[in-house]
């Protein structure tokens, strides 16, 4: 058996856990036990990293990789729709190699920042050549504004599943149809919800500049059984909320919707330099937590933002939101976005049973809480080194 005993000066073990002179041993891409001490009495081969921490690969919950070419092509800040418009244009102007260079590059990125598992949006069904890390659940993602059939068999891949683009983008009946098409198996469910001001607009008064730009071209939506009383609710009664369902951004979200998701379980994912960059605006992470919603941690794509890295994710909550808990953004980055992608048994902390998705930082400190807040705040020069 090839068992490898890891240590370091720190193990972030989890939010509430970190170990001086930690060591954590690896037999067969699992963990098998943590411990203190120098390790020698250990069987296996000791790898000793140095004076920085050993913590859980980090997980991105919510990426769209296809759109990696796009990096730096809409310059300057844009009201949301028109940044939407230009997106349309640029992807349809993106070959299939264009695409696929794309995926690939951004899997790379992700690799690169430490993320060993993603939540993948993407409008093709673009087979991905098999990494072993990182892990790439894809949820093919639909954009129609009528109903139509969904055109993939989640039987093919067990890291497939669905995606609707947004409430005021996809047709409800669609969005309910691929609802259930996950629930049958067993699958996450992820959806753009309640982002922007004119989503918002939209469905609560059926009318506003998306309305518009719907009876331009031609779309009929008084079936849709708007107004609705805002994006949250309206999801919840179509009966799309639950445990298996990832809302990704929720910045339009008042105390009445943040309890319903509470109140469903619904996971939920925030991309806020996305939001910030685009919107202007950021999810009230606070009223969030203490709710006792535990959100996951996506970049969004890099039409959006500079970096795929959750390391700048989180330092930019850290700045945004200085009395929120240090350990609470990193479990945002690490233990949610397992648990929201459905891998919480087996990513998200460092314990025995769980693959061994370990990374190595530079983070040099002299206390346990000034480690965790280093993290948190991305004090440190280096990137994170996926150990293998
Ligand atoms: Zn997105």
Redesign the pocket.
């Known amino acids: 058996m090839n068992i490898k005993i890891h240590r370091a000066k720190w193990v972030l073990v989890s939010q509430e856990k970190v170990m001086e002179n930690g060591c954590v041993t690896v037999a067969n891409g699992r963990i098998t036990a943590i411990g203190r001490g120098g390790g020698t009495h250990l069987e296996g081969e000791v790898l000793d990293h140095g004076a920085g921490v050993i913590m859980p690969a980090t997980i991105n919950a919510?990426t769209?990789l296809e759109l990696s070419l796009l990096k730096g092509r809409i310059p300057g800040k844009e009201d949301f729709l028109s940044w939407v418009k230009a997106i349309i244009h640029l992807k349809d102007c993106l070959t299939n190699k264009d695409i696929h260079q794309g995926l690939l590059s951004g899997a790379n990125e992700l690799y690169k920042y430490g993320a060993v598992l993603a939540g993948d949006?993407r409008s093709v069904s673009m087979q991905f050549p098999d990494t072993y890390w990182p892990v790439i659940i894809r949820f093919r993602e639909y954009l129609r504004l009528e109903p139509a059939e969904i055109l993939c068999d989640l039987n093919k891949d067990k890291y497939l599943s669905l995606a609707a683009h947004a409430p005021h983008t996809t047709a409800p009946e669609l969005i309910k149809r691929m609802k259930d098409e996950t629930k049958r198996h067993g699958r996450i469910f992820s959806v753009?919800l309640a982002e922007s001001p004119e989503e918002a607009e939209f469905i609560t008064t059926a009318k506003g500049k998306w309305a518009g730009l719907l009876n331009e071209r031609g779309v009929k939506f008084s079936s849709w059984g708007l107004p609705a009383k805002s994006p949250v609710s309206y999801l919840d009664d179509m009966g799309v909320l639950d445990d298996k369902t990832l809302a990704?951004?929720l910045v339009q979200a008042g105390p009445g919707d943040l309890d319903l998701i509470a109140e469903r379980g619904a996971c939920v994912c925030l991309?806020p330099r996305?939001n910030n960059r685009l919107i202007e605006e950021l999810p009230d992470i606070p009223a969030m937590l203490k709710r006792g919603i535990r959100p996951a941690l996506?970049t969004?794509?890099l039409a959006s933002v500079e970096t795929l890295s959750l390391f700048d994710e989180m330092a930019f909550i850290s700045e945004s939101f200085p009395s929120l808990n240090s350990g609470d953004i990193i479990s945002m980055a690490t233990v949610n976005g397992a648990k929201a992608l459905g891998m919480g048994e087996e990513l998200g902390t460092l314990e025995p049973g769980k693959r061994a998705a370990l990374l190595y930082l530079p983070v040099y400190t002299s206390s346990a809480s000034m480690l965790i807040r280093s993290l948190a705040a991305g004090s440190f020069k280096g990137l994170p080194e996926v150990i293998r």
């Open positions: 919510h769209h949006h753009h990704v951004h991309c996305s996506g969004d794509s």
